[in-house]
């Protein structure tokens, strides 16, 4: 599936791990990835966090069809 780089992704996370002020350590699918808050947006309600196409291409993460 290609992604669009303009649109957002989300995901469910397995596990959020440390956080700084500008990014959240947060492992999707078995793997950790440094998100940043700025560009994302993360529910800890529902275990969810939005990220950007163009973050998802750099991460190489998995775009769901």
Known sequence: MKI???AKYTYA???LG???DKAWNVKIE??????PKS???LDETT???QIPGW???KNE???EE
């Open 4 to 6: 669009d780089n303009n």
């Open 13 to 15: 996370y397995d596990e």
């Open 18 to 20: 440390t956080a700084t």
């Open 30 to 35: 078995g793997d950790w990835y440094w998100l």
């Open 39 to 41: 560009q994302c947006e």
């Open 47 to 49: 275990g969810t966090v």
């Open 55 to 57: 973050l998802v291409a």
């Open 61 to 63: 993460l998995p775009a």
